[in-house]
């Protein structure tokens, strides 16, 4: 059975900074691409980033941009996310998942990240 665990969300001030953590069990984790996606309330959920199983390729939103990393340790079977610079609008549940089509793969529970002053 597919276990995905996020951790690392929180409150912080605009332009702060946080790093979050997805811990997979119960699945040959070298061997997913990963990703990660977000839903604001009121808003459909929407890709982030998303790493090869080797981390050789990344993709971004262009909402987050120069602002934020993707990168897995393959031996700790974990996937990163470390958002800089964040904004208001970054603000919403924070989701990992196998794959990066929506569609298919395995989803973790989320984390709430809340950008405010």
């Known amino acids: 059975q597919v276990q995905l665990v996020e951790s690392g969300g929180g409150l912080v001030q605009p332009g702060g900074s946080l790093r979050l953590s997805c811990a997979a069990s119960?699945?040959?984790?070298?061997?997913?691409?990963m990703s990660w996606y977000r839903q604001a309330p009121g808003k459909e959920r929407e890709l982030v980033a998303a790493?090869?199983?080797?981390?050789?390729?990344?993709t971004y939103a262009d909402s987050v941009k120069g602002r934020a990393t993707i990168s897995r340790d393959n031996a700790k079977n974990t996937v990163y996310l470390q958002m800089n610079s964040l904004k208001p609008e970054d603000t919403a549940v924070y989701y990992c998942?196998?794959?990066?089509?929506?569609?298919?793969?395995?989803w973790g529970q989320g984390t709430q990240v809340t950008v405010s002053s």
């Open positions: 998942k196998t794959g990066s089509k929506p569609t298919s793969g395995s």
């Open positions: 119960g699945l040959l984790f070298s061997m997913y691409d």
């Open positions: 790493i090869s199983v080797a981390g050789g390729s990344t």
